[in-house]
């Protein structure tokens, strides 16, 4: 009887034991903490001398009150609007797109706006769709017949359902391009969103199955998740062009772009790593490598070294396109001052991400122009 008390006992033990260890730390939050409080070194606002940067919108304290409106309808929790209010979205807006006149500037501020918080909906874990994937495909399907709709590509009579209010400022967004532009355009425009919601399905799936993916796995998924295809189609809105398909669709142009969505890839992610790690969110090229065995200290000279390889290839091959064009002068300058566009959508996104609170890095900028960032 002792022997079986004993038993019970130390059975009762090894119990409590087991219940006293802390629950296994979910891999993505261990790479995270691994990072969290370490420094790393950014040079890279002087990577593009002869690329257009430094000037903003002279509507942009206009445009704010009309952005924080729009915002709230589109958001009506007040948690999440101050979250993205924070966000300063009309600042993007006027570094992205400074020369556009108010109508223009304030259409691509919409689609802006409303792809922010569409895409936040599911990529981050303050939303209850973010870690339910039935619930959150049945959303990105719903979304997508409203998307089609509203660009006037649906046989559809009646208005689709709308599965969230930010769905409300593409419907507005979707009214002034489709004033604008014929069904050429709206085609490109609802392949590539297509595309960006078939991306965010595999970004979600990934996140949820707790594995951290390595380079190759993660670039496939993060060039879809950007949203570069669809704003540089909103270039043909703020500069009042429409381009020929044969220049859209060129494998030049196609390459600019990938190009352009790789330098933006390579700046997000190193800036906005403080605030991703900050609620354990890895999934960025810079934890991607230093998981690979990749030391911190070489992984961002690395990366800025390949930005600006491509920084050099995207000029290369915007020269190809000036020769290819140059028959044409309104042709030629058209497409010059579109690719010069895409070289502000690069420089843009750097300005914007050192100066918006979204980040909070501007504390960590030193005199001579490199940032010294506290993850």
């Known amino acids: 009887?002792?022997?079986?008390?004993?038993?019970?006992?130390?059975?009762?033990?090894?119990?409590?034991?087991?219940?006293?260890?802390?629950?296994?730390?979910?891999?993505?939050?261990?790479?995270?903490?691994?990072?969290?409080?370490?420094?790393?070194?950014?040079?890279?606002?002087?990577?593009?001398?002869?690329?257009?940067?430094?000037?903003?919108?002279?509507?942009?304290k206009h445009l704010q009150p009309e952005c924080d409106r729009v915002l709230a309808i589109g958001v009506p929790d007040p948690g999440r609007f101050r979250k993205f209010k924070k966000s300063d979205f009309a600042l993007f807006s006027a570094l992205w797109w400074p020369d556009a006149a108010w109508d223009d500037i304030y259409t691509a501020m919409l689609f802006t706006v409303a792809l922010f918080v569409w895409d936040d909906t599911i990529d981050t874990n303050e939303h209850m769709l973010a870690s339910d994937f039935e619930s959150a495909e049945l959303w990105r399907e719903q979304s997508l017949s409203y998307f089609k709709y509203h660009l006037q590509l649906s046989p559809q009579a009646v208005e689709p359902y709308c599965p969230?209010?930010?769905?409300?400022?593409?419907?507005?967004?979707?009214?002034?391009?489709?004033?604008?532009?014929?069904?050429?355009?709206?085609?490109?425009?609802?392949?590539?969103?297509?595309?960006?919601?078939?991306?965010?399905?595999?970004?979600?799936?990934?996140?949820l199955a707790g594995r951290i993916p390595n380079y190759d796995e993660y670039m496939h998924i993060r060039y879809g998740v950007t949203g570069v295809r669809m704003f540089t189609l909103l270039l043909e809105v703020t500069q009042q062009t429409a381009l020929p398909a044969w220049v859209m669709d060129s494998s030049e142009m196609q390459d600019i772009i990938k190009e352009c969505n790789f330098i933006i890839i390579v700046i997000n992610d190193i800036l906005s790593l403080k605030k991703e790690i900050a609620t354990d969110c890895v999934v960025n090229i810079v934890p991607v490598l230093y998981q690979s065995g990749q030391p911190l200290e070489e992984i961002i000279p690395h990366l800025t070294a390949e930005m600006h390889a491509s920084r050099d290839r995207l000029d290369n091959t915007a020269a190809r396109m000036d020769a290819m064009t140059r028959?044409?002068?309104?042709?030629?300058?058209?497409?010059?001052?579109f690719v010069d566009g895409i070289r502000r959508m690069v420089t843009g996104t750097l300005e914007y991400s050192i100066e918006a609170p979204r980040y909070d890095i501007r504390k960590y900028l030193q005199p001579n122009g490199t940032l010294a960032i506290v993850l």
């Open 327 to 337: 028959k044409d002068s309104q042709l030629n300058r058209n497409v010059m001052k």
């Open 164 to 207: 969230d209010d930010i769905c409300l400022l593409f419907k507005e967004f979707a009214e002034r391009f489709c004033k604008e532009f014929g069904e050429e355009q709206r085609l490109r425009m609802f392949s590539n969103i297509e595309n960006f919601v078939a991306h965010n399905k595999l970004e979600q799936a990934e996140r």
């Open 1 to 60: 009887m002792g022997a079986f008390v004993s038993l019970l006992t130390h059975l009762k033990s090894s119990v409590d034991e087991e219940k006293a260890l802390p629950p296994p730390l979910d891999p993505n939050a261990a790479l995270a903490s691994d990072l969290r409080g370490k420094i790393i070194h950014v040079d890279m606002t002087k990577s593009f001398p002869h690329w257009p940067s430094g000037s903003r919108n002279s509507v942009y």
